[in-house]
């Protein structure tokens, strides 16, 4: 605040004089570590109106007067902000307009990380927008969603060419400043991706977004935001990879969804990125802020099927401010070795009737930690809200630890409240079974871990649903102890 | 087919099995017997391969393998079938998911293929009715919800979909009211045939006046002590265990 625009040319000047990005904007990499000059030359780069750099600006500014959160039940070693590169881009840049385009040498490291492409193509309706490293370089089925009026694009390109619906809805659901990691990303984000699905029409596809990390030392930080107009529908997938790397990875997203009355979004992750190694080493960082808004009659879904990363802290939300909208929290979350997970939802009833439903499913192994964090808030005016949690943990090992922080806030005597919580550990009786008809322990392990997690992973659109399966077979390698 | 030898296995370091000795044939039905506490399921736990039981003496044989030396789901794809006395619930997930991996974990094993969707779900609806098995009940989760004779059914329906050399039925007949007790061993006796065999091991005769045993064997005190026809079962059923206990004391 108090940031005038004299100020603002007053700083633009200064870091252009001091730095010279004018001329250097040819550059793929910005220097290490976070300033306004490196905030300018990423707006810079991305030929960003004022407004946008302002935002970031002043998101900056507010990050600067933060400190990190340390409530979360999770331990690990600071980032250290001066060391991360805030902005890196493929050496090409080039867009692609048909996946024959596409360079074969980023084709192969896809099909490394086990996104193949050929596989997401032949998926009955799903559009790929792949973003590597901050720039989105392939988009598909485009032309058919445009007949429909559908925008789905990276997040700069949305920048550039809808720049109002950018700005009306950017940070209406997490504003900059709510909160050390969102505020960090509203000053620093690179790129991410934009959804806008016009009054009633349904989306015909699952539209799909991968992320990866790629650059060493390259912190990510994507945007992504989702709007679906009135009466509208729209079922979303995010799917996160990273290959193995040794220095810790920091990750801080921010994703808003907005759904006006009656219409309905279905946000759908798998997130696998690299959880460290069986030491405790490496492992990405994932401080992420997710959040949707409900108007009337509107709908939001979040599912996660969460087996990466090294530190997890995440916590999907909805803010159920029209009346009869719902909110539904659907999440597998997967520790193993010496992986931290603290998530859970946030539920906020604004409007009368509102209904939430949250089912959390925590499977800690090795000597990891898993914990349920969950607020169901239920305001004043919430007249007849509804919830229901589900919280139940897994227990993989003797050694690994599940924990459950469920708060409730209620402020209005017609809510309808109910918690129910499970710990069990793998039973060897089952496994027992399982053998005895001939199965292996891998298998056995895997059916039975699928077993739990059914009511999650059935909210998965299929081909997401045996792609989260596989993954928990690999995470899960091993480890029962 | 099963040949066991001197079998001691223990405990917690107590001895329940103190030499047993065995013989099944193909083809044949074997009919165990004996007191509470004699051994009879630490037998049948010992032979399908639980790990908490320490085999201290003897040997095993199965089809000229060492059974003991095979680990607990080498001996079920060897063609070892255990219908457990208290059927294990695995919920969410599918009796017939459950059925198609362990069915083409078998076949993996004798290297062939797996088996196609289609006639998995015909063999499904075939052996089912062996045990008056609700095709419902085969899309629901593994034992989850079903009431005591549902479960003894579904062990005999998975034996059925299994097709093991050699099965053993622990105390399948316990809790199972006479109607159910007559599906079940009418689905049994339908799967008797020349090339596998079929160890039941009961507390009671009543079983055995539906699967007529070739043998009929008396375990105490973690040994075979009498073996006779299947009349030895009437025997047992109208003299009481005492009877065997102190025959077995003079003998």
């Known amino acids: ?481 | 087919m099963l040949t066991i030898k001197n079998l001691h296995a223990s405990i917690d370091g107590q001895a329940i099995l103190k030499g047993l000795n065995l013989e099944v044939k193909p083809g044949e039905v074997h009919a165990i017997m004996g007191p509470n506490g004699a051994g009879k399921s630490t037998l049948a736990s010992v032979l399908a391969g639980k790990e908490e039981y320490e085999i201290t003496g003897g040997e095993v044989d199965f089809d000229g393998k060492d059974l003991l030396e095979l680990e607990t789901e080498e001996r079920a794809k060897e063609g070892l079938f255990l219908a457990f006395q208290y059927p294990v619930e695995i919920p969410g997930v599918s009796n017939i998911n459950f059925l198609r991996t362990a069915l083409n974990e078998i076949r993996e094993y004798r290297g062939e293929e797996p088996i196609a969707a289609k006639d998995f779900m015909a063999m499904v609806r075939e052996k089912s009715k062996l045990v008056e098995l609700d095709a419902k009940l085969a899309s629901r989760s593994v034992n989850e919800g079903f009431s005591g004779g549902e479960k003894k059914r579904n062990e005999i329906f998975q034996m059925a979909m299994l097709e093991p050399k050699l099965a053993i039925l622990d105390e399948t007949d316990s809790g199972l009211d006479i109607d159910a007790l007559r599906i079940v061993a009418g689905g049994v006796n339908k799967l008797r045939n020349q090339n596998n065999a079929i160890i039941v091991i009961t507390h009671y005769q009543r079983l055995l006046d539906y699967i007529i045993p070739d043998f009929v064997h008396v375990l105490a005190d973690g040994k075979i002590v009498k073996t006779g026809p299947k009349e030895l079962a009437l025997e047992l059923e109208e003299k009481g265990y005492d009877w065997i206990n102190d025959n077995a004391q003079t003998v």
């Open chain 1, 1 to 481: 605040m108090g940031y005038t625009e004299e100020e603002l040319a007053k700083d633009l000047e200064n870091s252009e004089y001091k730095f010279g990005f004018t001329t250097n904007i040819e550059s793929d990499r910005a220097p290490n570590g976070i300033n306004e000059d490196i905030i300018r030359f990423i707006s810079a780069k991305k030929e960003e109106p004022e407004w946008l750099l302002e935002y970031r600006l002043n998101a900056y500014k507010a990050w600067r007067q933060m400190t990190e959160p340390e409530w979360a039940h999770i331990h690990y070693e600071k980032p250290q902000f001066e060391d991360i590169c805030y902005y890196a881009a493929p050496k090409q840049t080039k867009k692609y307009e048909s996946w024959d385009d596409v360079d074969p040498e980023m084709k192969e490291t896809m099909k490394k990380l086990g996104i193949s492409m050929e596989e997401q193509k032949r998926l009955t309706g799903t559009a790929v927008d792949f973003v590597m490293d901050s720039v989105s370089v392939a988009t598909s089925f485009k032309a058919k969603l445009k007949e429909l009026g559908i925008i789905f694009c990276s997040f700069s390109e949305a920048v550039q060419e809808h720049p109002e619906l950018v700005k009306k809805y950017m940070g209406s659901v997490v504003p900059s400043k709510d909160n050390f990691y969102a505020a960090l990303n509203s000053a620093v984000f690179t790129d991410g991706s934009f959804c806008y699905i016009p009054k009633g029409v349904r989306c015909p596809m699952e539209l799909s977004t991968y992320f990866r990390i790629n650059e060493g030392g390259t912190g990510q930080f994507e945007r992504t935001l989702v709007v679906a107009d009135e009466g509208s529908y729209v079922s979303y997938l995010e799917g996160c990879t990273a290959p193995m790397r040794d220095e810790n990875q920091l990750h801080a997203a921010v994703v808003e969804l907005i759904a006006l009355d009656n219409a309905e979004i279905k946000y759908s992750t798998v997130q696998n990125w690299y959880p460290g190694d069986k030491n405790g080493k490496g492992g990405v960082y994932n401080f992420v802020t997710k959040r949707g808004i409900c108007e009337k009659n509107a709908k939001i879904s979040w599912t996660q099927v969460e087996t990466g990363s090294a530190v997890t802290w995440k916590y999907p939300s909805c803010i159920l401010k029209g009346d009869n909208s719902v909110g539904e929290f659907y999440s597998v979350a997967v520790t193993n070795n010496f992986q931290q997970a603290d998530t859970g939802t946030k539920m906020i009833h604004l409007g009368k009737n509102t209904k939430s439903t949250i089912i959390s499913k925590g499977i800690s192994a090795g000597q990891s930690h898993n914990s349920y964090r969950g607020l169901v808030q239920i305001h004043a005016n919430a007249d007849n809200a509804r919830n229901f949690s589900q919280c139940d943990s897994l227990l993989m090992t003797d050694r690994s630890g599940a924990h459950t922080f469920p708060y409730i806030e209620c402020k209005n005597n017609s809510a309808k409240i109910e918690h129910e919580a499970t710990t069990s550990k793998i039973g060897e009786d089952q496994i027992f079974y399982c053998l005895q008809r001939g199965i292996s322990e891998e298998k056995a392990i895997s059916l039975i871990v699928n077993g739990y997690c059914k009511e999650v992973l059935n909210q998965l659109p299929m081909e997401f649903a045996v792609e989260a399966q596989k993954l928990l077979e690999i995470s899960l390698e091993n480890s029962v102890g």
